[in-house]
């Protein structure tokens, strides 16, 4: 769960006295946007609030969007304000169901800190709008599109929170950030074909239709669209890759620190029979037929259908095949077995995660103490204790054999009680398990038929104000990566702006040429940048290091490559044989997990607790 970039247009960010150009939206109206303008000198034009299907509500609640008949209007419409969020629930630390983690909070207050006045929250069950962010060039181009799917856990999250003024001002692309439903009016499912889910993810696929359709009206190039996400917009990319409804509509692919193999990505039919009855039954609705069910969830006022709906399941993507005889279904297999049999838009792939993505779960707030051994020992059992959980709590498993394995490959040599070290090699353990190796599956996968650029982000921010509350030994936490990437060093407020260190500017700089680059040649060191970033290949394996010394390929001192293969080739082997007698419908994952990262995070602190009471 993060929080992109909530950065609003700062106060310097005005009106011209010249209007932009006036589009006229295919089958719906034209449209007036705005310039934004910083410093009075450097301007882009900016598109806000654009209908990109339906309004999603009365019979439209639980229906995938309608947007081949789109909004129309007479006249020129104003889209130079926001449309409101979808609907969800502020985060709150104390929230048990969705609490805001640790690397979320510092993150939005760093950017609080570069607000003159914090962002006034909206939200609307009408919300299918995206915006578009211009180049302000005189001539007009076939400027190549990066689409944006905010993260959030697919509960929450915004594309209004997001500021590209540098990315589009300096790398000269055009910019949508797109809305799509979240939580339980986005992925709710009646497991049939009433209702088959995955709303959300068919939201950005008519967002992506209206791109196709309308962006050469803007200066872009339909046939040169780069998808572009972090965190779960990471999975709704990888999800794009290998749906069918997405076929086509874009040419290339960013994922950022977030994984479509990653354990919890996706829901199973069966697993979800239990969450329609807790629906049903929690707004007093006859259960079946999943007609009557819809009927009586499409009258409940939508407040109350997030109050009450969304606590009552980890909302996300479904395996909905099965479900409908009328439609195609968006995920027709998990993805792991989608991407082993090679169904998947083979377009070039850009994708990584930084060095310490979740350290600040592990983080005892004032104690930098490091772990003991026997912490490490607790952490590093329930993490492979999730792998091998099955639902018949009777049958047999060989746990030892495969808790053995991991911990032979793992234990420190020599043997150290030194709890720095110990420290680092369980976050070594955990980042390799979780996003090293189901990004290094993914590239084995995609670099059959497509280039693939692998990156691991090691660059601590220069800048004091950018770590405040981020201690020494942490280098860059989940989020602190989009830092680099929307140039928010250049973002602060007038007054502030001397106080980032012109290094994580230059850095900036790069990072944004290195992601465009991409976005326009389908190679990140194309132009501009004179940094060798080698292709993956299975046979040779290459990620691409941003630390603060330089900017390098990995060696085997900076990548573990015989840790991922142990994860990727070797561990479910040794899980095959110690699950045996245990065998049960294959849950999707790079290690069949059936708990998610969350739960799996909240056993391994509940032990931590009993660990330090007795």
Same mark, same amino acid.
């Given at each position: 769960?993060?929080?992109?970039?909530?950065?609003?247009?700062?106060?310097?960010?005005?009106?011209?006295?010249?209007?932009?150009?006036?589009?006229?939206?295919?089958?719906?109206?034209?449209?007036?946007?705005?310039?934004?303008?910083?410093?009075?000198?450097?301007?882009?034009?900016?598109?806000?609030?654009?209908?990109?299907?339906?309004?999603?509500?009365?019979?439209?609640?639980?229906?995938?969007?309608?947007?081949?008949?789109?909004?129309?209007?007479?006249?020129?419409?104003?889209?130079?304000?926001?449309?409101?969020?979808?609907?969800?629930?502020?985060?709150?630390?104390?929230?048990?169901?969705?609490?805001?983690?640790?690397?979320?909070?510092?993150?939005?207050?760093?950017?609080?800190?570069?607000?003159?006045?914090?962002?006034?929250?909206?939200?609307?069950?009408?919300?299918?709008?995206?915006?578009?962010?211009?180049?302000?060039?005189?001539?007009?181009?076939?400027?190549?599109?990066?689409?944006?799917?905010?993260?959030?856990?697919?509960?929450?999250?915004?594309?209004?929170?997001?500021?590209?003024?540098?990315?589009?001002?300096?790398?000269?692309?055009?910019?949508?950030?797109?809305?799509?439903?979240?939580?339980?009016?986005?992925?709710?499912?009646?497991?049939?074909?009433?209702?088959?889910?995955?709303?959300?993810?068919?939201?950005?696929?008519?967002?992506?239709?209206?791109?196709?359709?309308?962006?050469?009206?803007?200066?872009?190039?339909?046939?040169?669209?780069?998808?572009?996400?972090?965190?779960?917009?990471?999975?709704?990319?990888?999800?794009?890759?290998?749906?069918?409804?997405?076929?086509?509509?874009?040419?290339?692919?960013?994922?950022?620190?977030?994984?479509?193999?990653?354990?919890?990505?996706?829901?199973?039919? #069966?697993? /979800?029979? +239990?969450?329609? %009855?807790?629906?049903?039954?929690?707004? &007093? !609705? @006859?259960?079946?037929?999943?007609?009557?069910?819809?009927?009586?969830?499409?009258?409940?006022?939508?407040?109350?259908?997030?109050?009450?709906?969304?606590?009552?399941?980890?909302?996300?993507?479904?395996?909905?095949?099965?479900?409908?005889?009328?439609?195609?279904?968006?995920?027709?297999?998990?993805?792991?077995?989608?991407?082993?049999?090679?169904?998947?838009?083979?377009?070039?792939?850009?994708?990584?995660?930084?060095?310490?993505?979740?350290?600040?779960?592990?983080?005892?707030?004032?104690?930098?103490?490091?772990?003991?051994?026997?912490?490490?020992?607790?952490? #590093?059992? /329930?993490? +492979?204790?999730? %792998?091998?959980?099955?639902?018949?709590? &009777? !049958? @047999?498993?060989?746990?030892?054999?495969?808790?053995?394995?991991?911990?032979?490959?793992?234990?420190?040599?020599?043997?150290?009680?030194?709890?720095?070290?110990?420290?680092?090699?369980?976050?070594?353990?955990?980042?390799?398990?979780?996003?090293?190796?189901?990004?290094?599956?993914?590239?084995?996968?995609?670099?059959?038929?497509?280039?693939?650029?692998?990156?691991?982000?090691?660059?601590?921010?220069?800048?004091?104000?950018?770590?405040?509350?981020?201690?020494?030994?942490?280098?860059?936490?989940?989020?602190?990566?989009?830092?680099?990437?929307?140039?928010?060093?250049?973002?602060?407020?007038?007054?502030?702006?001397?106080?980032?260190?012109?290094?994580?500017?230059?850095?900036?700089?790069?990072?944004?040429?290195?992601?465009?680059?991409?976005?326009?040649?389908?190679?990140?060191?194309?132009?501009?940048?004179?940094?060798?970033?080698?292709?993956?290949?299975?046979?040779?394996?290459?990620?691409?290091?941003?630390?603060?010394?330089?900017?390098?390929?990995?060696?085997?001192?900076?990548?573990?490559?015989?840790?991922?293969?142990?994860?990727?080739?070797?561990?479910?082997?040794?899980?095959?044989?110690?699950?045996?007698?245990?065998?049960?419908?294959?849950?999707?994952?790079?290690?069949?997990?059936?708990?998610?990262?969350?739960?799996?995070?909240?056993?391994?602190?509940?032990?931590?607790?009993?660990?330090?009471?007795?």
């Amino acid at each position: 769960m993060i929080y992109t970039i909530v950065v609003l247009m700062l106060v310097t960010l005005v009106h011209s006295a010249r209007e932009p150009k006036q589009i006229t939206l295919l089958n719906q109206g034209t449209i007036a946007g705005m310039y934004i303008t910083r410093f009075r000198t450097k301007r882009i034009a900016a598109y806000l609030g654009i209908p990109y299907a339906q309004p999603p509500i009365d019979f439209r609640r639980f229906a995938p969007p309608e947007y081949t008949d789109l909004p129309q209007w007479e006249g020129v419409r104003n889209a130079t304000t926001f449309a409101p969020d979808c609907m969800q629930s502020d985060p709150k630390k104390e929230d048990v169901q969705n609490p805001l983690n640790r690397h979320d909070e510092l993150f939005a207050k760093l950017l609080e800190s570069q607000l003159e006045e914090p962002r006034q929250k909206e939200y609307s069950e009408d919300c299918l709008y995206l915006n578009v962010y211009v180049p302000d060039d005189f001539k007009m181009e076939r400027y190549p599109t990066m689409v944006w799917f905010h993260g959030g856990d697919f509960v929450r999250g915004s594309p209004n929170s997001i500021n590209p003024f540098q990315l589009v001002l300096k790398q000269k692309v055009i910019f949508v950030s797109v809305a799509y439903r979240l939580n339980i009016f986005g992925f709710f499912s009646t497991l049939d074909n009433e209702a088959s889910g995955n709303f959300g993810l068919l939201d950005q696929v008519a967002a992506l239709n209206f791109v196709k359709n309308n962006i050469l009206s803007f200066g872009g190039d339909p046939d040169n669209v780069c998808i572009f996400g972090h965190d779960a917009g990471a999975v709704s990319v990888g999800l794009h890759l290998v749906s069918s409804y997405s076929s086509g509509l874009f040419q290339k692919a960013i994922a950022m620190s977030g994984n479509v193999l990653a354990p919890d990505t996706v829901n199973i039919a #069966r697993k /979800e029979l +239990i969450t329609v %009855d807790k629906v049903a039954s929690a707004f &007093s !609705c @006859f259960r079946k037929p999943t007609s009557k069910l819809l009927d009586c969830l499409r009258r409940v006022n939508y407040q109350a259908l997030l109050d009450i709906g969304e606590p009552l399941a980890p909302w996300k993507p479904i395996v909905d095949n099965g479900f409908s005889n009328i439609s195609q279904p968006f995920l027709t297999d998990f993805p792991s077995t989608m991407f082993q049999d090679e169904t998947f838009s083979p377009v070039p792939l850009l994708t990584g995660f930084t060095n310490m993505e979740d350290a600040l779960l592990f983080y005892k707030e004032g104690d930098d103490s490091g772990i003991s051994q026997r912490e490490f020992d607790v952490m #590093r059992e /329930e993490m +492979i204790l999730s %792998d091998i959980t099955v639902d018949n709590s &009777s !049958c @047999f498993t060989n746990q030892h054999h495969i808790q053995d394995a991991v911990e032979f490959f793992y234990k420190p040599i020599p043997p150290t009680n030194n709890e720095t070290i110990l420290r680092k090699l369980f976050l070594d353990f955990y980042t390799e398990k979780v996003y090293g190796a189901t990004t290094y599956l993914l590239a084995k996968h995609m670099s059959k038929l497509a280039p693939v650029y692998l990156y691991r982000f090691d660059l601590k921010p220069f800048t004091d104000a950018a770590n405040e509350g981020i201690p020494d030994w942490i280098t860059v936490p989940h989020n602190f990566d989009l830092i680099f990437a929307f140039g928010l060093p250049y973002s602060a407020l007038p007054e502030d702006l001397n106080k980032w260190d012109y290094r994580d500017k230059s850095i900036s700089d790069i990072v944004m040429k290195m992601w465009t680059n991409f976005a326009w040649y389908s190679n990140p060191t194309n132009s501009g940048v004179i940094i060798q970033w080698d292709t993956f290949e299975i046979e040779r394996p290459g990620f691409f290091i941003i630390d603060r010394q330089n900017f390098t390929m990995s060696t085997p001192q900076t990548i573990n490559y015989k840790a991922l293969e142990f994860w990727t080739d070797f561990y479910p082997k040794v899980l095959e044989i110690g699950t045996k007698c245990c065998k049960e419908v294959q849950e999707d994952s790079g290690s069949e997990s059936v708990l998610t990262r969350k739960k799996l995070l909240n056993i391994i602190f509940i032990n931590l607790i009993f660990i330090f009471i007795i």
